[in-house]
């Protein structure tokens, strides 16, 4: 039972670096290799936000990419 808060630290420190990564500032052409496009300001619907191209625009990626 001792190991049990060892393991509850590990997963939440997992859980922050995935969260940290998810909007990875880059540029378009780093978009563009992960599979996205950029749009301004949003994303179309039924398109997830997977970075950032510039200040005002998201690198956007349909949610079924591989």
Partial sequence: ?????????????MIQAAAGLSLARGS???????????SHRSCPPG???????SEQDFCCR???YP
């Fill in 1 to 13: 039972m001792r190991i049990l808060p060892l393991l509850c630290a590990l997963l939440l420190l």
């Fill in 28 to 38: 378009p052409q780093d978009c563009e290799r992960r599979g996205g496009f950029c």
């Fill in 62 to 64: 349909s949610r079924w």
């Fill in 47 to 53: 398109i997830g936000r997977v970075g950032i191209c």
